[in-house]
């Protein structure tokens, strides 16, 4: 069979675009080569032939050209998708490494928290008899044990006459600042289902614990709580001073007792944006524990300024105490001192599920 009557049985396929690629080629190669086939699409109703469409030779220049377009889309698409994983990967390298910031920027506080607590125990009387001296007592009212789970309720009780007006708790997020109940066997802290405490109006705190379902049995425990804040109302003592706006530094130097506690107020820092008070304890640590100070400004025009700043576990002195500058047009203002805050450290004691503390 010659190439010619191939073609032309070929030709009604080529039209229906049913040949190989190889054979719809050999019809489209002849096509232009032969002179009497070359016709054929002219005189075909159904398709005009797009010469454009028809592979060139493999070595025309024509051919190079489209495998070299064929090549720089590959090279494209693969440069696209190296951009999108280098993206996907600093996307994911920064979030990593975010996580990790914010991890060693918890340790690091948990650290400090646990540094600022053993300097507190290491100056502070112990927790029982700084409560002793304002007239509180603390006890563990019930422990039981059931289904696996160990409960401890406790509670601080205050005589009607103390001037301690709250106890409260060390206020933060993070879980090593908890109460807790430890295996006192192991020293192992025990997981807790509940832990919570409240205020109520008959002058008493009360706490519960409840550990989660435990595996192995229990037999002595050590009860730890927060870090304590003792709220005294402060004595009616102020110090005037006069305050035009600007930055101004005062100093004050005046000292003041407390229930046989002696403090100095050292100096005022003013702005237009912040009223801070600098102080300190004159009356060691070692004899009555640490003290903090919380302040109110007034501008003797009617107006008073008085923030219960959150109380720190800290033992430096001086310490500062400091509000958001009040908007006044007065230039004569009182000082006053709102509250005295003792500053407890954390009480730990021993209990069994027999019978609440051991003697």
């Given at each position: 069979?010659?190439e010619c009557?191939?073609?032309?049985d070929?030709?009604?396929?080529?039209?229906?675009n049913?040949l190989s690629?190889e054979s719809?080629q050999?019809?489209s190669e002849?096509?232009?080569s032969c002179?009497?086939?070359?016709?054929?699409?002219?005189?075909?109703?159904k398709?005009?032939?797009?010469?454009e469409?028809v592979?060139?030779?493999a070595?025309?220049l024509?051919?190079?050209?489209?495998r070299?377009?064929r090549r720089r889309?590959?090279?494209?698409?693969?440069?696209i998708v190296?951009?999108?994983?280098?993206?996907?990967?600093?996307?994911?390298y920064?979030?990593?490494?975010?996580?990790k910031?914010s991890?060693?920027q918890l340790q690091?506080?948990k650290?400090?928290f646990?540094?600022q607590?053993?300097?507190?125990?290491s100056v502070?009387?112990?927790?029982?008899q700084?409560?002793k001296?304002?007239?509180?007592?603390f006890?563990?009212d019930h422990t039981a044990?059931?289904a696996?789970?160990i409960?401890?309720?406790y509670s601080?009780?205050?005589?009607?006459d103390?001037?301690?007006?709250?106890i409260e708790g060390e206020?933060?997020r993070?879980w090593f600042d908890q109460?807790?109940?430890?295996?006192?066997?192991?020293?192992a802290?025990?997981p807790l289902s509940?832990?919570g405490?409240s205020?109520?109006?008959?002058?008493?705190?009360?706490?519960q614990?409840?550990t989660q379902p435990?595996?192995?049995p229990?037999?002595?425990l050590?009860f730890?709580t927060?870090?304590?804040?003792a709220?005294?109302k402060?004595?009616?003592?102020?110090f005037?001073?006069?305050y035009?706006?600007g930055?101004?530094?005062?100093?004050?130097?005046?000292p003041f007792?407390?229930?046989?506690i002696d403090?100095m107020i050292?100096s005022l820092q003013?702005?237009d944006?912040?009223?801070s008070v600098?102080?300190h304890?004159l009356?060691p640590?070692?004899?009555v524990?640490?003290?903090?100070?919380n302040?109110?400004?007034?501008?003797r025009?009617g107006n008073v300024?008085?923030v219960?700043?959150?109380?720190?576990q800290?033992?430096?002195?001086?310490k500062?105490?400091?509000?958001s500058?009040p908007?006044?047009?007065s230039?004569h203002?009182?000082?006053?001192?709102?509250?005295?805050i003792?500053?407890?450290p954390?009480?730990?004691?021993?209990?069994?599920?027999?019978g609440?503390?051991?003697?």
């Amino acid at each position: 069979m010659n190439e010619c009557k191939l073609v032309h049985d070929l030709w009604p396929l080529y039209l229906d675009n049913e040949l190989s690629a190889e054979s719809a080629q050999f019809v489209s190669e002849h096509l232009r080569s032969c002179p009497d086939c070359h016709r054929l699409p002219e005189e075909s109703p159904k398709k005009t032939l797009n010469w454009e469409a028809v592979e060139p030779p493999a070595n025309s220049l024509e051919s190079f050209m489209k495998r070299w377009q064929r090549r720089r889309i590959c090279t494209v698409s693969v440069a696209i998708v190296m951009v999108l994983l280098i993206a996907w990967g600093a996307l994911y390298y920064g979030q990593w490494s975010g996580q990790k910031a914010s991890q060693k920027q918890l340790q690091e506080q948990k650290e400090l928290f646990n540094k600022q607590m053993s300097a507190l125990q290491s100056v502070s009387p112990p927790a029982e008899q700084l409560l002793k001296r304002w007239g509180i007592t603390f006890s563990i009212d019930h422990t039981a044990e059931n289904a696996g789970r160990i409960s401890v309720n406790y509670s601080l009780r205050w005589n009607i006459d103390s001037p301690v007006e709250r106890i409260e708790g060390e206020d933060s997020r993070y879980w090593f600042d908890q109460n807790s109940l430890i295996d006192a066997a192991t020293g192992a802290s025990l997981p807790l289902s509940s832990n919570g405490w409240s205020s109520g109006p008959d002058s008493r705190t009360t706490g519960q614990l409840i550990t989660q379902p435990l595996t192995q049995p229990v037999s002595e425990l050590v009860f730890k709580t927060y870090t304590l804040y003792a709220w005294l109302k402060g004595p009616e003592t102020g110090f005037n001073f006069d305050y035009s706006g600007g930055q101004q530094t005062i100093a004050l130097n005046r000292p003041f007792s407390f229930q046989g506690i002696d403090f100095m107020i050292d100096s005022l820092q003013l702005n237009d944006s912040t009223f801070s008070v600098s102080y300190h304890q004159l009356t060691p640590a070692t004899q009555v524990g640490v003290f903090q100070l919380n302040f109110t400004f007034d501008d003797r025009l009617g107006n008073v300024w008085n923030v219960n700043s959150e109380p720190e576990q800290t033992i430096s002195d001086p310490k500062k105490f400091s509000i958001s500058a009040p908007h006044s047009p007065s230039k004569h203002w009182s000082l006053k001192i709102n509250h005295i805050i003792q500053v407890i450290p954390g009480i730990k004691t021993n209990l069994n599920l027999n019978g609440g503390q051991p003697e």
